[in-house]
């Protein structure tokens, strides 16, 4: 997706796209014309799509800080010692929503919880030296802060379709599977 200030190149990159996509054989102001493509019509719909998407793309980023907030402001009052990190300080898109879980918890069992609860997570952040690239130029590196923060981060629940009664769903079956986690390291 491409997104530019001026609206005179969004306006031509559009024409130029769904040129390219609807497989017309017409100039498209260069004076010669472009090569028939193969392209279907789920791909063409895509590209449609993506247009109409980006238009949205404020309002929504909007709405996922609005969210993101919230969530702040739910797993503060349920999940006191989950931490969100990146502060609101930072500008972002708000396109994820990372937790910290506390250091105690199993995330595996965490994550179990939630998806009982019918919410689904992910995981993102692995530690970037232990990708193949840098794990090939430094096979013996050990960053155990970045290490740490890896097995603990839990990604959440982040779009612009959500409500914040979801977010605040999501946070009380988050405190349910914390809460579930925590008898079974009291006995051990």
């Known amino acids: 997706m491409v997104k530019t200030a001026q609206s005179g190149i969004t306006t031509g990159l559009s024409r130029a796209v769904l040129h390219h996509f609807s497989g017309l054989q017409r100039p498209l102001g260069t004076g010669r014309r472009d090569k028939r493509c193969d392209v279907t019509g789920r791909e063409l719909h895509r590209v449609a799509t993506a247009l109409a998407q980006l238009r949205r793309l404020k309002e929504w980023n909007d709405t996922r800080r609005r969210l993101s907030l919230h969530y702040r402001q739910c797993i503060a009052e349920c999940c006191p010692s989950v931490t969100v990190p990146f502060a609101d300080a ?27 609860a019918g919410v689904q997570t992910t995981v993102h952040y692995p530690p970037v030296h232990c990708l193949t690239y840098y794990h090939d130029l430094r096979p013996n590196c050990s960053l155990p802060r970045t290490e740490d923060f890896s097995q603990r981060e839990l990604t959440l629940p982040l779009h612009p379709r959500m409500m914040p009664a979801t977010v605040k769903l999501i946070v009380n079956s988050l405190a349910a599977a914390l809460s579930a986690e925590a008898p079974m390291k009291a006995i051990a």
């Not at 930072?90 to 009982?116: E, F, K, T």
Request: charged share 15%; hydrophobic share 45%.
């Open 90 to 116: 930072w500008p972002s898109a708000y396109h994820l929503m990372p937790a910290l879980l506390p250091v105690q918890v199993n995330r595996q069992n965490v994550i179990d919880g939630l998806r009982r």
